[in-house]
């Protein structure tokens, strides 16, 4: 590789790193032309870009990137690298999870998101299991919708409520009435017995 091509090179990883939340380095030895070009295609489909890089560019590229100190992922640069590129923080670790239940590879060297790295491939899970933005956001607003569905539900039901109460209050005050003027007979009926029996 001539020197032009280095720096064209380390221009198109920088290219891909410039504004990049979610950065993975991957070890993809050892799949064979079917099975890389089968990871890329389901890359593809899940928008995470994928590229095959020589270590010692990716980490001049790296080095160059402004407000991100990338060194801490440096020494897992060996070996066959591929750099990953998403939107969604753990769709890289999720498909490379996938991937490995037929295959022993890829394997996930470091990771850089939400401002905190990653490294080894013990992480994986972790990574996999960390909700993407659009995850949170829609168990956020489900939370806030449920107490205002709770509140609108019984605003609706309390008219009803209300209506009903008070329809139970009218009915049960009718029927006492007569219950109540039933015993005042007799009780009159008693005091009227008792003068005449004096």
């Known amino acids: 590789m001539t020197k032009d091509q280095k720096v064209v090179a380390i221009q198109e990883i920088k290219d891909l790193l410039q504004d990049a939340k979610v950065v993975y380095v991957a070890d993809l030895e050892g799949l064979n032309a079917a099975k890389s070009s089968d990871f890329r295609r389901q ?49 890289p670790a999720k498909l490379i999870q996938g991937f490995r239940k037929k295959e022993e590879k890829p394997a996930l060297k470091s990771a850089y998101l939400q401002e905190t790295f990653y490294v080894g491939d013990e992480n994986l899970g972790a990574l996999a299991n960390i909700k993407s ?63 005449s029996a004096e």
């Open 43 to 91: 890359a593809f489909k899940q928008n995470i870009k994928v590229k095959v890089v020589k270590n010692t560019l990716l980490q001049k590229a790296m080095e160059q990137i402004d407000g991100v100190d990338y060194s801490e992922m440096f020494p897992t640069f060996k070996g066959n690298s591929a750099i990953m590129i998403a939107e969604t923080a753990n769709a």
């Open 133 to 195: 933005r659009e995850e949170m956001i829609g168990e956020i607003i489900g939370l806030l919708q449920s107490p205002i569905q709770r509140v609108v539900s019984a605003l609706q039901n309390k008219p009803e409520t209300v209506e009903a109460k008070a329809e139970e209050a009218a009915a049960p005050a009718v029927e006492e009435t007569p219950a109540e003027a039933a015993p005042e007979a007799p009780a009159a009926e008693s005091t009227e017995e008792t003068p």
